[in-house]
Each structure stands twice: as structure tokens, then as C-alpha cells.
């Protein structure tokens, strides 16, 4: 079936700092969607990506859905703690026979103050 | 306020008992989903629903039930046959049209 790889698994990373995490694939998809998750809770929606070349911006985020539409990738700007949870892509398979989402395995993010 | 309730938030179960977990949502959405997430493992889809009356295995069925007898209402009953439940639930559901999920906040099992 349709797989995301999503990397990095895991960032440490400093208050203030920039980070860059993404997701790739080896079949294309029609929708890149960012998801994250605070500890104990469900994911909830960052950012949707409908077009391949489409760059949207949330606040201090930012993500791609790639010009190959194999890819995708978020940046997140001046890093706040609050910013500390797991970070899923997922994707919209054009010929999933569903509305299913693939989703990638996560990028959990550690914030230092 | 629209939206998904998963109850209990945690759920303690002995040995050899089954469990059921309640997802509700009032936001009149066609797509049910069941997730089982693990530490370092992602999302594992159980089984998900497209419509009333109607339900389908996803990844790691083996173990668990469910039903869909109403639009709201999804809920997933975690056997004795799992043979390792503990783990964090979570429950999603999506509007027709969209390919974005709302998820619930999850419930976390555990088995003493």
C-alpha cells in the first residue's frame, strides 16, 4: 500500500530556533495535510495542501505540497515550547478507492526553554 | 459546539475482560475512523465506516469490533483475543467532500 516516510523521527531543538521536517513518498497524492499532536490529546489540523507547488503559511508555520506531489514539507519559525508534540503528515492517495489518509509515522518535536 | 467525545479518557481493564469505547460526534459527518497509537509507532488504523450499517477491517482488526447502527455513534469494543491492548484510542471522523480528519482526544486503555 501507499507509505509516507516522515523525517526527522525526532528533533531537540532550542527556544527560537527554525525547524524543518518532511514527508515523502514514492506514488504521488492529491492532498498533503499537517497534523499535530499535543501530549494526552488527538491531532488536530495544521495546514491543508490541495495543489502541487501550493505554499501555505499558518502563523509561524509554513508548508509545501511538492511540484512532484511526492512530497511535502513544514517549517515552523522562532520555535515557542508550546510548540513541543508530534507532528503528522498525511496524504490523500488519488487511487485509494477511499477517502482514506496514509499517514507518515511521526516527528516528535522537544522544545528547550 | 460540534465536535467528537471519546469516554472514558482512561480505562483501566483486567486480563481476559472486554472493553467497549464510545466515540459520539454531533458534527453530522458520513466517515468514522478507529486509530490505535503507540509510543514511537504512529497511527494504526483498526476499522473505519463510510457509512451507517457498514464498517471495514483496516490495518490491525484482529481483536476488536465495532458497529455503526447510528450516524453519531462508533464505537469499538476491544476483546480478549487482543493480545495486547494497552495503547492510546483514538477515534476521527470526515465530513463527505473532505479529505481532512477531526479526531477525538483520545482514550487511553490499560490492562492490569
Known amino acids: 500500500g501507499q507509505q509516507l516516510n516522515q523525517s526527522p523521527q525526532s528533533m531537540f531543538i532550542q527556544e527560537g530556533e527554525d525547524v524543518s521536517m518532511n514527508c515523502t513518498s514514492s506514488?504521488?497524492?492529491?492532498?498533503w495535510l499537517w497534523y499535530k499532536q499535543d501530549p494526552g490529546e488527538g491531532p488536530v489540523l495544521l495546514i491543508a495542501?490541495?495543489?502541487?507547488?501550493e505554499l501555505t503559511s499558518n502563523g509561524r508555520l509554513t508548508a509545501q505540497f511538492g511540484i512532484t506531489r511526492k512530497d511535502s514539507f513544514l517549517n515552523i519559525s522562532a520555535s515557542i515550547p508550546s510548540d513541543v508534540g508530534i507532528y503528522f503528515c498525511a496524504g490523500h492517495h488519488p487511487q485509494g478507492g477511499s477517502e482514506k489518509l496514509v499517514f507518515g509515522k511521526g516527528t516528535k518535536l522537544t522544545v528547550n526553554p | 459546539d460540534g465536535g467528537i467525545t471519546q469516554s472514558p479518557k482512561y480505562l483501566f481493564r483486567k486480563e481476559g475482560q472486554n472493553v467497549t469505547l464510545s466515540c459520539e460526534q454531533n458534527?453530522?459527518?458520513?466517515?468514522m475512523y478507529w486509530y490505535r497509537q503507540d509510543p514511537g509507532q504512529g497511527l494504526r488504523l483498526i476499522y473505519y465506516s463510510q457509512i451507517v450499517n457498514d464498517f471495514q477491517k483496516g490495518d490491525i482488526a484482529e481483536g476488536y469490533s465495532v458497529s455503526r447502527e447510528k450516524k453519531e455513534s462508533f464505537p469499538l469494543t476491544v476483546t480478549s483475543a487482543q493480545k495486547n491492548p494497552t495503547a492510546f484510542y483514538l477515534c476521527a471522523t470526515q465530513g463527505a467532500g473532505h479529505y481532512g480528519y477531526t479526531f477525538g482526544s483520545g482514550t487511553r486503555l490499560t490492562v492490569v
Open positions: 458534527l453530522n459527518h458520513d466517515a
Open positions: 506514488s504521488i497524492f492529491n492532498t
Open positions: 495542501l490541495y495543489k502541487a507547488g
